[in-house]
């Protein structure tokens, strides 16, 4: 009988120390930490964190807003804009890039002051943007001109472009080893261009992923991660072309964010609920979800903050979506409602 009380006084220990484990791991999950709201209501795409210099930048329609990372305050913008996407940022050289459908080019502006240095009309439509700091050239996946251009960050110069792809041009990831990965959503494939010349150096089919979208790079390990908008998350070996594995994610994927120093994979997906997923990286080939945070409809995009972990993902409230019409069977999206813009941060 002493025996049998005693299995069950450790019994209800390990139960109530499950209890307190599942409780403490709740309280240390993904949430939303706060909401910081931005004036105006303009449209907005692609945020990006400057985490050296404690920047973030959100482009918002007519103008790119600048938001200090540690305060949350608007700290200045650059006006005067029109049809923006997103923001590369040179440390190195003091500059800052916007792309910008008006109809096709990249704005470079100072760090410092976020005066306007010079505009560089490039392809139409340029959406995806990165900077490489081994060529010192910005890159622009122009949709419009389904091609891609370089930009010698230090002279404004254009230095290369590439040929008519002959699809829609999406994100883009630079090794900064000399080369370029570029998504071709429409076409389900990865290319793999030479950082100079811009050749094609390979055309690998991304199959089950459908609708390549968002991109980053472990460059360290060499591998390309790809967000699709058919509800995956593939990993690439960037040598072979091969895909080494998949995860699956929310609907309306458009961004991600890899940590290497934490091995932390980070994807927006703003389908449904609004979901931000997590994935450790456990070895380069495989892949482990960390945990599905909640965010809110439509937080489709983001930007990660390496120093202190924090996501920062640009969103709207949105109003009851329009009733199905014969013209419009699907009834199609809600309309943002005026005045809640705001970028929503995510933490532990």
Not at 23 to 47: E, F, L, M, N, Q
Not at 225 to 254: E, K, W, Y
Request: aromatic fraction near 6%; charge should be neutral.
């Amino acid at each position: 009988m002493r025996i049998l009380k005693v299995f069950r006084s450790v019994g209800r220990c390990l139960a109530m120390c499950s209890a307190l484990t599942s409780i403490v791991a709740a309280a240390g999950g993904y949430h939303i930490v706060k909401r910081i709201s931005i004036p105006g209501d303009t449209g907005w795409d692609y945020v990006t964190a400057d985490t050296e210099g404690r920047r973030l930048y959100v482009p918002h329609g007519i103008e790119v807003l600048v938001l200090d990372l540690d305060s949350g305050t608007i700290v200045g913008k650059i006006p005067d804009q029109r049809g923006l996407h997103g923001v590369a940022v040179a440390r190195q050289l003091g500059r800052g890039f916007i792309s910008a459908t008006d109809p096709g080019s990249v704005t470079i502006f100072d760090l410092k002051t976020f005066a306007v240095i010079d505009k560089v009309r490039v392809g139409d439509d340029p959406n995806g943007i990165i900077y490489d700091p081994k060529t010192q050239r910005v890159f622009s996946a122009d949709r419009g001109s389904k091609r891609v251009t370089a930009i010698d960050a230090k002279t404004g110069k254009i230095a290369a472009t590439t040929e008519d792809l002959g699809g829609r041009t999406e994100h883009l990831a630079g090794d900064e080893a000399g080369h370029v990965f570029l998504n071709m959503q429409d076409r389900g494939t990865l290319l793999k261009l030479d950082a100079q010349t811009l050749k094609i150096l390979e055309t690998w089919p991304l199959a089950p992923c459908g609708q390549p979208s968002s991109m980053d790079m472990d460059r360290a390990h060499q591998r390309v991660f790809i967000g699709c908008r058919s509800g995956l998350m593939t990993v690439v070996d960037a040598r072979t072309g091969n895909i080494v594995a998949t995860q699956p994610i929310g609907s309306g994927v458009d961004a991600m964010e890899f940590d290497p120093k934490k091995a932390l994979l980070y994807v927006s997906t703003g389908g449904g609920e609004g979901t931000l997923s997590i994935f450790h990286e456990d070895s380069p080939d495989k892949y482990s979800l960390v945990e599905n945070a909640k965010t809110l409809p439509g937080a489709r995009t983001m930007a990660l903050d390496r120093k202190t972990g924090m996501v920062y993902l640009p969103v709207a409230d949105v109003g009851p979506a329009p009733a199905p019409t014969p013209e419009n069977p699907r009834g199609g999206r809600g309309r943002a409602v005026p005045g809640t813009f705001s970028v929503i941060v995510v933490g532990q």
